[in-house]
């Protein structure tokens, strides 16, 4: 069993990787700042409530602690804000996590799962994206992940660091029961834009462009159920431990939805009627983005359990009522 720092813990993704691994018998460490985070997500392991740019901190840490291993989720999340504030982004995404690789290289930890992003691959050249494909982001947003993923192959070659980024489509869902879900602020994901919209939090949900070459003219998004995120990193956490070599895997469902599909299935789950409202497209909304995940399947044997649309919105809809 691996004793872990989890960074950004307190946020969507990283509590449901905290619960996980908890369950697995992992001991766990979350270290967030709560700029975006939520304290009560903390429920396993302990919470070091610490801004990741505390160098000074985190070399006290990371000496104190002895970890295996480092899984990074800290970071700033919206692409838009990303295009608005690339200076916040640049510094918080790009430089408090180098800040985080030179206090591991300083503690002698060499083993980092990092979040990386679909947003990396930029337009699709092809259709499912894998590996492969070009890497052009066409946001500050994707670019300071593809930075840190650079980092992070140059510091293997350097340093011997090594590390698996995990490039994750559209997370959805949340873990039954768990009492912790997708609660961003703002919220900028469409399918807990969609549930408020159904529980009355906001009047209707924009559906930007119906006219795209797609079956039903909106665009088609690869939702991935959180839990199978979370096991994804478990595995990944295994790869390295038994002597896996940095790599980057896709992580995704497989299948497009639509836009309009995630509004009438969220209709059905939730019984409610939700209003959507037809607006312009938005710059850089690329018409279909559908993940191949055959890497990690191959490597990290990893067998993602959600594959329908119906299972993940309802496991959105549960958390969203509480
Ligand atoms: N949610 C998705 O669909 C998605 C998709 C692709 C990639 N990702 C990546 O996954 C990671 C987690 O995403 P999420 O949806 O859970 O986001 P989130 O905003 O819910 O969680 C991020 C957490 O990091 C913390 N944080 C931010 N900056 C910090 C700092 N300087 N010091 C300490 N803590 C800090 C926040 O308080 C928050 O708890 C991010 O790196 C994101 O880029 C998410």
């Known amino acids: 069993m691996s004793k872990v720092l989890i960074t950004g813990g307190c946020g969507y993704v990283g509590s449901h990787v905290n619960k996980c691994l908890s369950q697995k018998g992992h001991q766990t460490v979350v270290l967030d700042n709560l700029v975006h985070g939520h ?23 990371l000496a104190a602690e002895k970890f295996d291993a480092v899984l990074h989720f800290a970071g700033y999340i919206a692409v838009g804000e990303s295009v608005r504030e690339p200076e916040t982004y640049y510094r918080n995404n790009v430089g408090n996590s180098l800040i985080l690789l030179a206090a591991m290289r300083q503690a002698g930890l060499n083993r980092i ?42 510091f293997s070659a350097a340093y011997g660091l090594r590390s698996a980024a995990l490039r994750y489509f559209n997370a959805a869902g949340a873990a039954p029961g768990a009492g912790i879900g997708e609660r961003h602020l703002p919220e900028t994901h469409l399918i807990p834009l969609v549930l408020e919209a159904a529980l009355g939090k906001r009047p209707n949900v924009s559906v930007y462009g119906a006219d795209y070459q797609t079956p039903d003219g909106t665009c088609l998004r ?28 896709n992580l995704g469902n497989g299948n497009g939805f639509s836009v309009q599909e995630v509004i009438s299935t969220a209709r059905k789950v939730t019984g409610r009627e939700i209003k959507a409202e037809i607006t312009p497209r938005r710059e850089g909304d690329a018409p279909r983005l559908i993940a191949s995940s055959d890497k990690a399947k191959r490597v990290l044997n990893w067998k993602p359990k959600y594959t329908g649309l119906d299972e993940i919105v309802r496991t959105a809809w549960e958390w969203h009522q509480r």
């Open 39 to 61: 304290r009560e997500f903390a429920k396993w392991g302990r919470l070091v409530e610490m801004d990741l740019g505390d160098r000074a901190g985190l070399e006290k840490l």
């Open 113 to 154: 799962i990092f979040s990386s992003t679909a947003a990396v691959y930029g337009d699709p050249v092809q259709i499912p994206l894998d590996e492969g494909h070009p890497l052009a982001p066409i946001n500050p947003y994707g670019r300071t992940k593809l930075i840190i993923e650079q980092a992070l192959r140059d």
């Open 222 to 249: 690869d939702y991935i159920h959180v839990d199978d995120l979370a096991e994804a990193h478990v595995l990944a956490l295994e790869y390295l431990e038994q002597g896996g070599g940095t790599d980057c895997f």
